[in-house]
């Protein structure tokens, strides 16, 4: 069964179709979006390209689609989101020469959607692109909204622009393949989006949350249907995150820290760091009187329950100096004013804005986690 979400944006709109098998269609569903004229050239990188690529492919040739040359493979890993790669893909898509008319289509995770959403926002002062993700955690939440970057040495996702896909394909089929790391680390996003204003959906994962992680078909897609019509509200909203959608990055201010304290390696996927960031901005708001405890007691077991960590005794070999920590957040791009922005709670699905959080707070819940 395929569902659609809408993300309303006026003329700039477009369709989330969420379900098993939507890859088999892709090539109809884009030629119904964007017609069967369009040049599409396809971008992947080396591990999605043998689990994926053939069975796009064959999709888009039934539509007489997919005329821009072979597939450009890109390395795997968060590394990948560099001025070096960016570079190299805008020179190989350049080198094919494109017109203005020719369509980018992502076909991986985060990284993939991330690099080539940039990509088509600055090659010929912007290209339509399509994303088909393929891990949960691009389903729910990167390949929705328009955000595309990369990484810079000072930080996470500090370079990019605001440019918007022209359809997503979300085959919750395709994540029967990813290993359960990578799916835990999709689900941090899911919870996520109870924690900041859906306690019912965050009641209903307390309950279903294993069997999505397992990989149950029913439990799988009304977790990410519910999680793009959550986010497809909030970027209707609120495009470019001058209010509302920065609500999005509960845990992320922490956690884009930790990423960059492991040097974005693979000692922490972003997942996991979101989830360790979730905890703290739970706890942080529990210390400042905020919060109820057993509100933050419920956030921690549930994390723990599905396998995700929840600091930094529950994955080793992590980094945790706080001040160094401190320092990476104080270089997010939330930063106002000199001040970090921090995602804040008053209980379970009551996330509010803060700005006026004292650094000493921050860095003795940090402490306290350091501590054996």
Request: one cysteine or more; charged letters at 25%.
């Amino acid at each position: 069964m395929k569902e659609i979400v809408r993300v309303e944006l006026d003329h700039r709109g477009y369709d989330i179709i969420v379900g098993p098998g939507v890859m088999a269609s892709a090539g109809r569903l884009i030629a119904e979006t964007i017609g069967k004229r369009r040049r599409l050239i396809v971008v992947t990188d080396q591990t999605v390209a043998k689990r994926h690529l053939p069975a796009l492919e064959h999709a888009l040739d039934r539509e007489g689609l997919a005329d821009g040359g072979s597939a450009i493979l890109l390395p795997p890993g968060e590394r990948t989101k560099s001025f070096e790669h960016l570079e190299q893909l805008l020179e190989a898509v350049l080198g094919r020469g494109i017109e203005r008319s020719t369509v980018l289509v992502a076909l991986g995770g985060g990284v993939v959607g991330d690099l080539v959403g940039f990509t088509a926002a600055i090659a010929l002062r912007g290209l339509d692109f399509i994303q088909i993700p393929t891990t949960l955690l691009a389903q729910v939440d990167s390949s929705v909204g328009g955000k595309t970057g990369i990484n810079s040495r000072h930080g996470k996702n500090l370079i990019g622009a605001f440019h918007q896909p022209r359809l997503v394909l979300a085959d919750t089929q395709v994540m029967d393949t990813l290993p359960k790391r990578d799916v835990l680390s999709g689900y941090a996003e899911v919870v996520k989006y109870g924690l900041i204003g859906d306690p019912c959906f965050f009641e209903w994962l307390e309950q279903k949350g294993t069997a999505v992680v397992a990989g149950e078909s029913d439990a799988r897609r009304y977790a990410v249907r519910v999680s793009c019509q959550a986010k497809a509200r909030i970027v209707g909203a609120d495009e470019r995150e001058a209010g509302s959608r920065a609500l999005l990055n509960l845990g992320h201010t922490f956690g884009h820290a930790l990423e960059a304290a492991c040097d974005f390696g693979d000692t922490l996927t972003h997942g996991e760091a979101v989830a360790i960031g979730m905890v703290l901005a739970f706890d942080l708001s529990v210390m400042l009187g905020l919060a109820p405890a057993a509100d933050a007691l419920r956030v921690r077991r549930h994390l723990f329950e599905v396998g995700l960590p929840c600091g930094p005794a529950d994955v080793p070999g992590l980094p945790w100096h706080p001040e160094h920590l401190l320092a990476h957040m104080s270089r997010d791009k939330k930063v106002r004013d000199g001040r970090i922005t921090f995602v804040l709670t008053r209980g379970i699905g009551q996330a509010f804005l803060a700005a006026d959080v004292d650094s000493a707070d921050v860095l003795k819940i940090l402490a306290l986690q350091s501590r054996p």
